[in-house]
């Protein structure tokens, strides 16, 4: 095909029936594209996704590093991250706390909007007091919580966490327990696990949408 530069009013008129028929076949395609995103969206509203995803956490009445009662009620209107451990661990615990703490500094004022929970599986042992020693270490917009142990059997439950008593020798124990970080919503609504496998920055920036 032959194109001239100087086409002029001759060439654009030349040229409509094709303008016609590319301006229809892009047309339909938009439709299609449309359609497709529709049909994508229907889908993803009637996927079973949602009950699964509501069903991770829920209301919990505990005592807190400071020995005041702390309830989910509390945590409404910022999103707050929750971990389960114990004082003693040996390694996960402390490492996820620094992780989590060195989240909270890098975003500065922001991070009075939001809250960390550490809830110990090990109430036995970590008193309000054990639990404000060790979080003194940590960033203070750390939330150390402790119950009896049907409180804190049912807020692990809540939250899909595992953990038991492995015993030691003479008499010591340590615990086993699921160490993943949960992210929830301003509503309280769980909405991921929190990776920590990235950037204090990235990890931040992902905390800071739902402020
Ligand atoms: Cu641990």
Redesign the pocket.
């Known amino acids: 095909m032959s194109v001239s530069p100087q086409g002029g009013d001759d060439e654009r008129s030349r040229m409509n029936p094709r303008s016609v028929r590319i301006l229809l076949v892009l047309g339909a395609f938009l439709t299609g594209l449309a359609l497709c995103f529709a049909i994508i969206l229907l889908v993803s509203e009637q996927t079973p996704m949602r009950p699964a995803v509501a069903a991770i956490g829920g209301p919990f009445r505990l005592t807190d590093q400071d020995g005041r009662t702390v309830t989910d009620q509390d945590q409404k209107g910022r999103p707050f991250l929750v971990f389960f451990?114990?004082t003693r661990?040996p390694?996960?615990?402390p490492t996820?706390l620094f992780e989590i703490s060195e989240i909270l500094r890098k975003l500065g004022p922001d991070a009075d909007r939001t809250r960390a929970l550490f809830i110990t599986v090990d109430p036995e042992r970590d008193t309000p007091k054990a639990l404000k020693d060790y979080l003194s270490s940590f960033d203070a917009h750390m939330v150390g919580l402790t119950g009896d142990s049907d409180a804190i059997a049912a807020v692990a439950k809540s939250y899909r966490v595992i953990y038991r008593k492995v015993p030691l020798d003479q008499g010591d124990y340590t615990?086993d327990?699921t160490?993943i970080v949960y992210l929830m919503d301003k509503q309280g609504r769980f909405v991921s696990p929190f990776s920590l496998r990235r950037t204090t920055e990235a990890s931040a920036a992902e905390l800071r949408k739902y402020l």
Do not use: K, P, S
Request: charged fraction near 10%; include cysteine.
């Open positions: 451990g114990f661990c390694e996960i615990c996820t615990m327990h160490a």
